[in-house]
């Protein structure tokens, strides 16, 4: 019988660390089990998954409080389950387990497997030296209470003693620490490791995300040998039950050896977003690093992680392969159609993107209207005819008639409704066409009769702009010179149809210089870029109506 004191380990509960001295019966009554420190981690969600598909018990030691792994959603914690939680805080020291866990609790444990690591410090025990120094000498003292228990440390390739990277240098004493034991021990060293919920090729995504110009760290010559997160548990659960891998420390890196720049490229190829990696100091790259953790909470680069990518992450997987007699072992590689896949995993932490053109659906919009540039650039054509006939006489609105009769007869059109179908659905898509036609037959009605109002020629211009120039005319350019087998950035387009536009503009206002040609360039080119940047006209048609309050 329980004593008051006693707790039992209630069916799907959770216990905190401080309540394990208490209990009165051992984890999974006394069956085997293998328990993993740091399971709400990104590799020890990952392992404790492919621990349970091979019928593993499993005691997954963890932060209290945080949401459950998506790869661990899942799992049910039943009486038949193989799978349970102590939770506690590394921030507040609760990782003692010799203190809190009673040996009883943790008869059956075979294997302790430390998969605890931090890239940035926090506060109290949320250091490098408490993370990755502190927890493993207590997990040893642990495994030294225990019977044949065999410790698994998993660190990291490039672990060594390093005056400017805590990171490197903690990792590489707490291997020491576990050589040093007497503790049947395996060490892992993966190198950068991809899969759902990563950090470093996550980091790359977004960074492809957010820019066409990605900075390498100095000229990206480092070598790495990015490693599947499932060949990364593969080989720690491979290593349990093996006598062979006792007292080894082993290298697991990808088959694939490449460096920043090209991992760059694959990143470009899977997210379908032309990039170009280009050089960038290293010093100015540090000064970053250093911020982003005062910044962000989560930060996008560390000063640890950008040592390990400019000075590379490479290794030998022949000693493991050997010893484990699996030349299977660390063969899955980092490929377009892998990270396309988890693009859709890695959430949008930066919530702008400087890209004219910003995802490859976006490309797949424009690209649909390719068919109609030879009738777009007919249309260029006629516009800079119209114009010049238009400054040859006094009947300037000879330029407007043609493209607005186009306008009033255009939303019956299959053809212009595909022209403005970036404009949003069917029925908006309905709408905005009938109220083009509309506003412009109303003009040519005034026109017509002789009514003479403040503006209207100006006002006039602007929705012919906007309408003809700015859709009929740009988003078939765009998609011909843009979203074709080698994807642009949405510059060449947009230029080419400015260029038309300002010339026209100028032949309209009888005043063909250079100057006023180069200022009308840059405006259409600025107006060309917003309207493809939002797939609207609504920027476009905003700031024309704001410029023609201002000159009145």
């Known amino acids: 019988m329980n004593t008051n004191n006693d707790v039992t380990l209630e069916v799907g509960n959770t216990l905190h660390v401080s309540q394990c001295a208490k209990l009165s019966n051992p984890f999974f009554s006394g069956e085997q089990f293998v328990l993993v420190a740091g399971g709400s981690g990104f590799v020890g969600s990952h392992l404790i998954s492919s621990l349970v598909s091979q019928k593993y018990r499993v005691l997954s030691v963890q932060r209290q409080g945080l949401p459950r792994p998506s790869v661990l959603a899942n799992l049910a914690i039943d009486s038949n389950s193989l799978f349970n939680l102590i939770g506690c805080d590394l921030a507040d020291g609760g990782f003692d387990l010799l203190k809190n866990i009673s040996t009883q609790s943790l008869v059956g444990c075979t294997a302790i497997i430390n998969c605890i690591g931090i890239k940035c410090e926090g506060k109290g025990f949320n250091t490098m030296e408490g993370a990755h120094l502190e927890v493993t000498r207590k997990l040893l003292e642990l495994s030294k209470t225990l019977i044949n228990v065999h410790y698994t440390h998993d660190s990291v390739v490039c672990a060594r003693k390093h005056e400017r990277s805590k990171y490197h240098d903690t990792k590489a004493t707490a291997e020491s620490m576990a050589q040093e034991s007497n503790v049947p021990y395996t060490i892992i060293r993966p190198s950068v490791i991809f899969g759902r919920g990563d950090d470093m090729i996550s980091n790359l995504v977004e960074g492809v995300r957010v820019s066409p110009f990605f900075p390498l760290p100095g000229f990206g010559t480092g070598i790495h040998q990015p490693v599947s997160v499932l ?45 170009y990696a280009l050089p960038f100091p290293l010093i100015l790259h540090r000064v970053v690093a250093e911020l982003m953790p005062v910044i962000f909470s989560n930060p996008p680069i560390t000063p640890s992680q950008l040592t390990m990518l400019s000075e590379g992450m490479a290794g030998d997987t022949t000693p493991i392969r050997q010893d484990l007699k699996n030349p299977n072992l660390c063969l899955r590689t980092l490929s377009p159609e892998l990270v396309s896949q988890l693009d859709i995993t890695i ?21 649909s209207l390719a068919d109609y540039f030879h009738r777009a650039l007919l249309m260029a054509c006629l516009g800079i005819f119209l114009s010049f006939i238009g400054s040859q006489s006094s009947l300037k609105f000879l330029y407007c008639v043609p493209f607005s009769a186009l306008v009033v007869i255009a939303p019956p059109l299959k053809w212009y409704r595909r022209l403005i179908a970036h404009n949003g659905t069917i029925l908006n898509e309905v709408v905005v066409g009938c109220f083009a036609g509309a506003v412009q037959a109303w003009l040519l009605w005034f026109f017509s009769v002789k009514i003479i109002l403040r503006n209207v020629d100006n006002l006039l211009f602007l929705v012919i702009d906007n309408f003809i120039w700015l859709s009929g005319i740009l988003f078939p350019f765009v998609a011909r010179f843009e979203c074709g087998a080698n994807k642009g950035l949405g510059f060449i387009g947009p230029s080419l149809v400015a260029l038309f536009w300002s010339f026209a503009m100028c032949l309209v206002s009888e005043h063909v210089e250079w100057t006023a040609m180069l200022f009308r360039f840059v405006v259409g080119l600025m107006n060309c870029l917003m309207v493809v940047r939002f797939e609207g006209l609504l920027p476009s048609l905003a700031s024309g109506l704001v410029l023609l309050l201002m000159s009145r």
């Open 231 to 275: 060949d990364v548990a593969d080989s720690i659960v491979s290593c349990l039950n093996n006598d062979n891998s006792k007292q080894k420390t082993y290298e697991v890196v990808g088959p694939d050896r490449m460096t920043v720049k090209e991992m760059v490229n694959i990143v470009s190829l899977g997210l379908d977003l032309p990039t």
């Open 347 to 367: 959430p949008h932490q930066i919530p702008f993107s400087t890209r004219i053109i910003t995802s490859s659906q976006h490309y797949k919009r424009l690209g």
